[in-house]
């Protein structure tokens, strides 16, 4: 069951209009934090279940300004996301890159959700029927550089 309204045709959508169920990710940052500029971590693929996962990491500036307490408590200053895209149906990765920064886009492609990234050295583009964050998709951590000495 989708929990959100059909996406509007004239592009003004944020990106977590694509999922399946957007509550995690306004649950922990309020407003969906921005995709450009996040480093992609690795790229997961479950053959079996046809699904493939971006995990990724947003820059320290998309951290949110109400942080669950657990990680104001911990300290913590980076988030990152695993994007599962579900029932793939197109999967097309070009070149590799030790983990590269990215603009990542999410849009519909007809009745399916299309993901696509790309730097000089390496391009992504998955299409899937379904895109979903779960609440085991979102962590925080302490960046080494953002300790205090």
């Not at 990215?102 to 029927?129: C, K």
Request: net charge negative; hydrophobic share 40%; glycine share 4%.
């Amino acid at each position: 069951m989708r929990l959100v309204p059909d996406i509007p045709s004239d592009g003004s959508t944020d990106w977590t209009d694509f999922l399946d169920d957007p509550r995690t990710v306004h649950a922990i940052f309020g407003e969906a934090p921005s995709l450009d500029q996040v480093e992609l971590l690795s790229i997961e693929l479950e053959s079996w279940r046809r699904e493939a996962t971006l995990h990724i990491e947003l820059p320290k500036s998309a951290f949110p300004i109400f942080p669950p307490h657990k990680w104001r408590q911990a300290g913590f200053t980076r988030a990152q996301v695993s994007l599962r895209c579900w029932s793939v149906r197109k999967l097309e990765i070009r070149g590799l890159q030790h983990n590269p920064i990215v603009d990542l886009r999410i849009e519909r492609d007809g009745e399916l959700r299309r993901v696509r990234a790309a730097t000089d050295e390496m391009s992504l583009d998955i299409t899937a029927d379904f895109l979903g964050v779960t609440n085991k998709d979102v962590s925080a951590y302490l960046h080494e550089d953002d300790r205090q000495e």
